[in-house]
């Protein structure tokens, strides 16, 4: 199975911040890697696929980078409504995997 | 707009078979392009992938998973299902269902649905 690894798993950040999350996969996905924003008791929501191409209605301030095993994941300027999990997902093969994600919480 | 909804008891007891259903509105679940998904997040934990279904029937599972599951697809009823055999506690989880484009991302998630396994 593709490890994917995420860092930080927790990360402070104030409103207009700019903050990047990284990922990382235990062997080469192209860019088959997709991000989501989770909110307590609520689904995951596409946000990137194929690493950064952007989810039509995200707004323009989320982009993905990356190929191969590194990847991340910026937040431009940080809203309110930015506070949530992030997790990133391969889907180059099977088993598809998840990183375990990152809890972006206000300063 | 495309919906997904998930079905099923919130409440398995250990040993018996979990049986989840995604009623799919706004769309065929036979549209070529579609694959359908089923994930789930154990409390306070990441999501783990537990299988794909294309709407001709073919299957994809998770290995850790695979000797317990089955997934099927009713495209006359326009629904998805998901058996999970001889379920335990660490099968406590929320399931969700989801929608993959062409083999792309999981674009369109139900909301998902807890499921607790206990005596």
């Known amino acids: 199975d593709i490890q994917m690894t995420q860092s930080p798993a927790t990360l402070s950040a104030s409103v207009g911040d700019r903050v990047t999350i990284t990922c990382r996969a235990s062997?080469?996905?192209?860019?088959?890697l997709a991000w989501y924003q989770q909110k307590p008791g609520k689904a995951p929501k596409l946000l990137i696929y194929k690493a950064s191409s952007l989810e039509s209605g995200v707004p323009p301030r989320f982009s993905g980078d990356g190929s191969g095993t590194d990847f991340t994941l910026t937040i431009s300027s940080l809203q309110p409504d930015d506070f949530a999990t992030y997790s990133c997902?391969?889907?180059?093969?099977?088993?598809?995997?998840f990183g375990q994600g990152t809890k972006l919480d206000i300063k | 707009q495309l919906q997904l909804q998930e079905s099923g008891p919130g409440l398995v007891k250990p040993s018996e078979t979990l049986s989840l259903t995604c009623t799919v509105s706004g769309g065929s679940i036979s549209s070529s392009s579609n694959y359908w998904g089923w994930i789930r997040q154990p409390p306070g934990k990441g999501l783990e992938w537990i299988g794909n279904?294309?709407?001709?029937?073919?299957?994809y599972y998770n290995p850790s998973l695979k000797s317990r599951v089955t997934i099927s697809v009713d495209t006359s009823n326009n629904h998805f299902s998901l058996k999970l055999s001889s379920v335990t506690a660490a099968d406590t989880a929320v399931y969700y269902c989801?929608?993959?484009?062409?083999?792309?991302?999981?674009?369109?998630w139900g909301q998902g649905t807890m499921v607790t396994v206990s005596s």
């Open positions: 279904i294309y709407y001709s029937g073919n299957t």
């Open positions: 989801a929608r993959m484009v062409s083999s792309d991302a999981f674009d369109v």
């Open positions: 997902h391969q889907y180059n093969s099977f088993p598809y995997t």
């Open positions: 062997q080469s996905i192209s860019s088959w």
